[in-house]
């Protein structure tokens, strides 16, 4: 980049660039625009990001994005904790959270089985969930993994880790789209693939 | 079947053609490198979502194109089939940028204006190509069969192109994990579910391709008696990367020529025996981090009177068989699906003697739409150039020079 762009306007730019979906020239575009854009709005910006890492963590219960440990929803004692959705992402929980059917608790295993990306079990929360179903009482696995051969493997490998404990493990239905994510299936689909769950 | 209209944008030499296809031989002449060969790898490229002569879909885009926007690449066709009404087919490949990642190319398949798979694509519009490369199929490596294998069951098999898919996808996982195991990060027990999953779907692969090589020996033969003038024969002999069959008697020997075409195996029986010699191997694999046996190492020989032509054929038998398998291959698709499949013939005409050249136009007389490339119209029969439709490219422009007088 020419001299004649400051460093700090520079670097912003190359930060920007970094994030997904975002080209050196959306970069050039967001970093001019908050250039020009009033002090409240880029101080309240970088707080948030501050935020965003120095007040989050994960549930020591369930492993979901949290602020306060245990999270809201192993914290609620309304919620049903003999049932356990089991999901590869945090955005997953918001996924199922949606259909508004679902009243037991989660497990956030943060990826899928694949060992193209160096990513095996021991890689996922799948110890943490064996041992809590081991001591918590849960009488339901509800794996809700994606519909893609990842998710399957991680599927496969869960049921073959939980049998020991005699737990129930159950598999969302299918009907949810192939090689989709869930966090973009719409709720009516993931409601009737959750209804209609099967024994693995 | 037939291509109705063809839209290209910044496709190789093309930076914009709209042009509307007639039925029956389109012959298409003028000098190299003027877009001639682009416009037949354009359909092949719709039809198959591969180029015949790249593996770099970048390649395809014409970068001298806008230099204001994005690189991008657009091909579209409306294909009409006897029995289907009209298809709209599209694919947009377009440079995007991916972040840390570094660029990349985006391909959008749409059809009927609906984004669809690669493997909902295929099959929609069926091609058979000829090309001088097609020497390769005898001379060149194995991959080269195996791919014409896939090429050809893809189109017309629509479980074949999803276990092909499925098949690709875990071989890459189960390497990736055999090497994991080798490095003592990952543990055998975790190779069930891909073991599984390869079992299942290369059975598949290796049913279709029994039954495929079945079919177009039995043509491929007859069609090879014909041009060669005699009795001799040409057998298409299919060597599984494991054998398939019960007799578990392990290597495949040297006299054995290959599995019986004739005795069909389902694909249950397959993946049984898959898996007994998976595991038989898996020490070997876990020690190589990779797999060794399943269908990604079959291979395909073509014997002329019992010799193997990959090893012993001179250039004009290779030619030969070359030329009775693609006829072979091209009147199996039109049994399988129903109707011809479009013929592109690219260059192969000038490379026969007038004799062969005869019997392949007239083989392929019923198809609906050919389209053919060549430096020298004057090699085609008066009679030819009289029902074909003319058109000469000139730097990705077509000028025509006659419509078919039909
Ligand atoms: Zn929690």
Known sequence: ?200 | MRIEHLSLQNFRNYARLEISLPEGPILLHGANAQGKTSLLEAIYYLATSRSPYTTSDRQLINWNADQDLLPFAKIGAEVVTTSRALNRIEITLTEANGGLNGARLNKEIRVNGVSRRVMDLIGQINVVMFLPQDMALIEGAPAERRRYMNVTLCQTDAEYCQALATFDKVLTQRNALLRRIADSDGSPDELAFWDDQLTESGAVLVAGRQRLLRELEVKARQIHRDLSGNEEDLELCYQPGFMPTANNTGQLSFDVLGLDLNRQLDAGAIAGQFRERLGETVGEEIARGMTLIGPQRDELRLLFNGHDLGLYGSRGQTRTAVMALKLAELEWMRDVVGEWPILLLDEVIAELDAARRAYLLDRIDGANQVLLTTTEPEIFTAEFLQRATRWEVRQGQIVTVSPASS
């Open chain 1, 1 to 200: 980049m020419s001299k004649a762009v400051p460093q700090s306007v520079t670097q912003l730019i190359e930060a920007f660039s970094r994030l997904p979906g975002v080209g050196p020239k959306t970069a050039s575009r967001l970093t001019y625009y908050l250039l020009r854009a009033p002090d409240e709005m880029t101080q309240t910006l970088a707080a948030a990001l501050v935020d965003l890492k120095t007040k989050t963590r994960y549930c020591s219960v369930c492993f979901n994005i949290t602020e306060d440990d245990p999270c809201p929803i192993c914290a609620d004692s309304g919620r049903d904790a003999t049932q356990v959705v089991v999901v590869e992402e945090p955005l997953d929980v918001l996924a199922v959270e949606r259909t508004g059917a679902y009243q037991g608790r989660y497990h956030v295993l943060h990826g899928a089985i694949s060992p193209v990306e160096g990513i095996g079990p021991e890689d996922l929360k799948i110890r943490e969930l064996v041992e809590r179903v081991q001591k918590e009482g849960v009488l339901e696995v509800i794996v809700a993994t994606n519909p893609g051969m990842e998710g399957d493997a991680t599927a496969m490998y869960l049921q073959r880790q939980l049998a020991p404990t005699g737990v129930k493990t159950t598999r969302l239905a299918r009907g949810l789209p192939t090689g989709g994510d869930l966090e973009y299936v719409d709720s009516i689909t993931l409601l009737r693939a959750l209804q209609g769950r099967h024994e693995i």
